[in-house]
């Protein structure tokens, strides 16, 4: 399926509200964050509002230790968190190896928790969400109730 435009996309959703009046309670939204350990944090996520001198720098490591944590999310509860971890218990990159096997070994077997019959499973467009390894998993689990990339 071709990528939706915003409007289209606002359209779909509209059509779907006109049915099931609460749909938006079914939608199981899912997003990855990263927690640097040093304590930097991402200026682009983050806004920190102080008197101080906005022209400090603060110097970084070029690649310092982060954690990457998971969880879905819907008007019934949380699923998660999930922290990316290899073998040996390191923190390890999101990549599509790893969420597959996070979405196989984890989030899955959580979904038997809860009465998830009718929800609709919405994720962003990180590269490793949207191989077609994973994209075929989560049909194979939610049909057609997939928001992904490339549309419901």
């Known amino acids: 399926m071709n990528r939706l435009t915003p409007t289209r996309f606002v359209e779909w959703a509209q059509n779907e509200i006109a049915v099931v009046p609460d749909f938006h309670k079914r939608i199981l939204f899912s997003d990855e964050a990263h927690f640097w350990l040093n304590g930097y944090v991402n200026k682009q996520n983050c806004r920190i509002w102080s008197e101080a001198n906005p022209q400090?720098?603060?110097?970084t490591p070029l690649h310092p230790e982060k954690l990457t944590v998971w969880c879905a999310l819907w008007a019934g509860g949380i699923i998660g968190p999930y922290f990316f971890k290899n073998d040996d218990g390191q923190n390890v990159?999101?990549?599509?190896?790893?969420?597959?096997?996070?979405?196989t070994n984890f989030f899955i077997?959580?979904?038997?928790?809860?009465?998830v019959q009718e929800m609709w499973f919405h994720q962003d467009g990180a590269t490793g969400h949207t191989d077609r390894a994973t994209i075929d998993l989560l049909k194979d689990t939610f049909g057609v109730r997939?928001?992904?990339c490339f549309g419901p």
């Open 93 to 103: 990159t999101v990549n599509g190896d790893r969420y597959r096997a996070m979405i």
């Open 109 to 115: 077997p959580e979904l038997n928790n809860h009465d």
């Open 146 to 148: 997939l928001i992904s």
């Open 56 to 59: 400090v720098y603060v110097e």
